[in-house]
């Protein structure tokens, strides 16, 4: 992705949080300038990926394969400095873009239609081979209720709804055709997105940015390190 876009999407994202009268915390608005001067005092920004992630996959197709986020809060699975044993996200997907198809080994999480469009998840176990099972059934937790159906069924999430996934279940969603865009929360475990995704085709998780401006806000995984 080239930065301008970057930068773009970012402010499309805080126009329409802004809009469902979303508050972010502070961190999320410091500049990269302000970035340089920030100390050890905002390390668990830094060591825990809070903050912005645009992401195209590594693929360059943001439009078709991508997803806004922002992490808000999280533990290190890896660093006993930090106790957390959850994390939060706020998300937002368009029409016509996919979250491609993959599990999480150690990651249980709850994806919240927050408001806007419905969301269309698909669902599927991972055999022992830690591929794509395309015969079984699939238990789904949705809300509390408990029920089943074949693999790779669409399950429409109207806002407010929310749907529960465990390790080793794959899932893809997307939008509902004419329904527009979804603000997404999801509620989890521990989120490492460096060793804690099992995607089903090898893809990256992160963008390639082409430098054509300044960055507008670093991505989570953008910060200097901590003035001395």
């Not at 078709?64 to 986020?69: D, Q, R």
């Not at 999480?104 to 599927?124: A, Q, T």
């Not at 408990?146 to 669409?154: I, L, R």
């Not at 929360?185 to 054509?212: A, Y």
Request: aromatic share 12%; net charge negative.
């Amino acid at each position: 992705m080239k930065r301008s876009e970057v930068n773009q999407r970012i402010k499309e994202f805080e126009a329409v949080l802004k809009e469902y009268r979303f508050a972010l915390p502070p961190f999320l608005s410091f500049t990269p300038e302000e970035w340089q001067e920030k100390g050890h005092e905002y390390d668990e920004i830094r060591d825990n990926a809070l903050g912005w992630d645009i992401t195209d996959y590594g693929e360059g197709h943001f439009d078709t394969k991508g997803l806004y986020l922002i992490t808000l809060r999280n533990g290190n699975v890896h660093n006993p400095k930090y106790t957390k044993t959850y994390a939060e996200k706020i998300m937002m997907l368009k029409e016509g873009q996919v979250s491609p198809n993959h599990f999480h080994w150690n990651k249980m999480e709850d994806i919240i239609n927050r408001g806007g469009g419905n969301l269309v998840f698909r669902l599927w176990n991972a055999d022992k081979n830690e591929e794509v099972d395309r015969e079984s059934p699939v238990k789904i937790f949705s809300d509390g209720r408990e029920y089943t159906v074949p693999c790779g069924s669409d399950i429409i999430l109207e806002p407010g709804q929310s749907l529960s996934l465990y390790p080793y279940y794959y899932h893809e969603f997307t939008i509902q055709p004419g329904t527009g865009y979804a603000i997404i929360g999801e509620v989890s475990m521990c989120n490492d997105d460096n060793t804690d995704n099992r995607f089903e085709e090898v893809q990256g998780r992160f963008p390639t940015i082409e430098e054509d401006e300044p960055p507008y806000r670093l991505l989570c995984n953008e910060y200097p390190p901590a003035k001395d």
